[in-house]
C-alpha cells in the first residue's frame, strides 16, 4: 500500500513539474525584451527592421539578418552549417513556452525544418528560418 501510494505521489509531481515548466507570458514577453536587448545593438538592428519583421518585412539588410542569426543563437537554434536545428528548437518550445503559443509554435519549428536555402550566409539562413516561422502563422509569430 505504501508503494503504491508512492507511486501516486510521483507521477502527480511529475504532472505539476511539468506544467510548471513553461514559461508565463509576463516571463515571455521579458525573455524576449532580454534577447533584443542583447542582439539589436549588437547588430545595429533598428526598431523599424525590427518591428517590420513582426509585420512580415522581410527585405532586411545585413544587420536586421544578423540580428535574426544573434536571436536564433540564443537558443542554439542554428548549427555550425547555418542549417536550423528544429529538434532543438522543439525541446526548447516543450520546456519553456506559454502554452497559448506552444503548439502552434511547435507546428511551425517542424514545418520550417529544411526552411534554409542559403547555407553559404549565416544571417541570410536565419532570415530564412525567421521568415517561414512567420508565414506559419503570422499572428502568432513568436520571435523577438
Excluded at 542582439?39 to 540580428?67: L, R, V
Excluded at 532543438?88 to 503559443?101: E, H, L, M, N, W
Amino acid at each position: 500500500m505504501i508503494m503504491k501510494a508512492w507511486w501516486v505521489v510521483f507521477a502527480a509531481s511529475i504532472a505539476v513539474e511539468s506544467v510548471y515548466c513553461a514559461m508565463t507570458e509576463g516571463q515571455m514577453v521579458a525573455a524576449v525584451k532580454l534577447i533584443r536587448n542583447v542582439c539589436q545593438p549588437k547588430n545595429k538592428a533598428t526598431n523599424a527592421q525590427i518591428e517590420g519583421m513582426h509585420k512580415g518585412d522581410w527585405d532586411q539588410d545585413q544587420n536586421g539578418m544578423c540580428y535574426v542569426s544573434c536571436v536564433l543563437g540564443y537558443y542554439k537554434l542554428q548549427l555550425p552549417d547555418n542549417s536550423f536545428d528544429w529538434e532543438t528548437g522543439v525541446k526548447v518550445i516543450q520546456a519553456q513556452a506559454p502554452p497559448s503559443i506552444a503548439q502552434i509554435a511547435l507546428v511551425s519549428v517542424q514545418n520550417c525544418k529544411d526552411a534554409v536555402k542559403t547555407l553559404s550566409d549565416k544571417c541570410r539562413a536565419a532570415l530564412e528560418i525567421a521568415k517561414c516561422i512567420y508565414d506559419q502563422n503570422p499572428e502568432k509569430y513568436f520571435l523577438p
